[in-house]
């Protein structure tokens, strides 16, 4: 930033100045980085009131509100980055305009839609710049399945593709998780496609297979996916691999990030070994890898 603001402009004046720093270390645009400074010093009237009495932005920068400001600010950024979903109602508005089709919808609406949800969905959402890439990478290691299991799935089968041309022969796609409204979403996808072809479960890997079974889901499948949770689930609550691990799939492709989800950090090498000590620990063998712009993706055969 540079040149001095006039006193009315101090507080935008700063809001872009710390956004500037900001977008060097969080994937953010400066925009959305802009109004989200604004909108958290919006809610401190001290911060506020101070910046309206000082004459220069060195002025304010000295002050103590200031700097907790801009350290508190930069700590919400980091948290709302690290979201799965969208921040306000984006996510809930796309389910529910896919909630108001009727069963049958063109395909195009329904795509049209879906899309919605996914792209307010962050996970879900990095691979749609270069989704093609990723379906077409995933078929040609997977070839024909009709069963699927796709565990701690987000909204990523909104995306994945069951209909002409690309369309795979999936009979059934069983998409688990634990977010209720990740769920929420695919059960609407499915009661419009309402072909029977998406079976959504809420579920938690705590629950165990045996739930899942009692639910519906065959006792194997054709393919397994663990897409981006590995790596999240060793931080969380590292006691639920084993469980993980024993997907009811022999042929698995597990995938961790190239990019953390809210720093500008290249994370291949940390996530790549994550998924090597996974496979390492539970039997699984590495056949094959593939990579997209966001992904790397491990196919692996389950040891006999
Ligand atoms: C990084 S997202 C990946 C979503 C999706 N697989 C994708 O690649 O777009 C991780 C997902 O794992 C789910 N998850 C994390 N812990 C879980 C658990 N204990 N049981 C079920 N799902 C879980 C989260 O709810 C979230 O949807």
């Not at 165990?208 to 931080?235: E, I, N, S, T």
């Amino acid at each position: 930033m540079t040149g001095q603001p006039a006193p009315e402009d101090l507080l935008a004046w700063l809001a872009a100045d710390l956004a500037d720093q900001v977008v060097q270390h969080y994937r953010i645009s400066r925009a959305d980085a802009v109004a989200m400074i604004l909108a958290d010093w919006q809610a401190r009237p001290r911060l506020v009131a101070a910046a309206a009495s000082a004459n220069s932005p060195g002025d304010v920068r000295r002050l103590r509100v200031y700097r907790d400001a801009a350290a508190a600010t930069k700590r919400d950024v980091y948290h709302r980055l690290r979201r799965y979903r969208a921040a306000g109602t984006a996510f809930d508005d796309a389910v529910q305009a896919l909630a108001g089709l009727p069963p049958g919808s063109l395909p195009n609406l329904v795509t049209e839609l879906v899309t919605a949800v996914a792209a307010a969905h962050v996970s879900t959402a990095e691979r749609l710049p270069h989704l093609d890439e990723f379906v077409a990478e995933l078929t040609v290691v997977t070839g024909a399945v009709e069963t699927v299991v796709d565990a701690g799935c987000g909204v990523l089968p909104l995306l994945f593709p069951l209909d002409p041309p690309a369309g795979h022969g999936v009979r059934e796609y069983w998409a688990l998780d634990k977010d209720s409204r990740a769920i929420t979403a695919l059960r609407e996808y499915a009661r419009v496609r309402a072909d029977q072809r998406i079976r959504p479960l809420q579920w938690n890997i705590a629950d165990g297979w045996q739930a899942a079974f009692a639910a519906g889901l065959p006792a194997r499948c054709d393919l397994g996916l663990l897409l981006k949770v590995v790596p999240a689930v060793r931080r969380q609550a590292p006691g639920l691999l084993r469980t993980l691990a024993a997907i009811p799939a022999d042929r698995l492709v597990i995938s961790g990030c190239r990019t953390a989800m809210a720093k500008r950090r290249d994370i291949e090498r940390r996530e790549t070994r994550e998924l090597q000590r996974f496979c390492a620990e539970h039997a699984l063998t590495e056949i094959g890898r593939f990579r997209t712009a966001d992904e790397i993706c491990l196919v692996v055969q389950r040891d006999r």
